[in-house]
C-alpha cells in the first residue's frame, strides 16, 4: 500500500513540475507575442507543455519503478 502511494505521488509531482519546466522553456523559446509586439494566450505552448510533460511523466516512472521496488 506504501509502495502505490509513493508511486502516485512521485508521478503526479512529477507531471506538475514538467509541466511548469516545459511551459516556461516553450514560453521562452517561442514567445507569445505577434510580430508587431501583440501578446496573445500561448495555448499551443500549454498543451505542447502537457504532452511532453506526460511523456517525461511516463520515463519518469519506468525509470523509477526498479527502485521504489526494492527500496519500499
Same mark, same amino acid.
Given at each position: ?9 512521485? $508521478? ?17 523559446? $517561442? ?23 506526460? %511523456? ?5 516512472? %519506468? ?10
Amino acid at each position: 500500500m506504501k509502495t502505490i502511494f509513493t508511486f502516485i505521488i512521485l $508521478n503526479i509531482l512529477s507531471f506538475i513540475t514538467g509541466c511548469f519546466i516545459f511551459y516556461f522553456l516553450l514560453d521562452y523559446f $517561442n514567445p507569445p507575442v505577434t510580430k508587431d509586439g501583440h501578446p496573445y494566450m500561448p495555448i499551443e505552448n500549454v498543451i505542447c507543455s502537457v504532452i511532453a510533460a506526460f %511523456v517525461f511523466t511516463i520515463l519518469f516512472f %519506468v525509470f523509477i519503478r526498479k527502485y521504489i521496488s526494492e527500496n519500499f
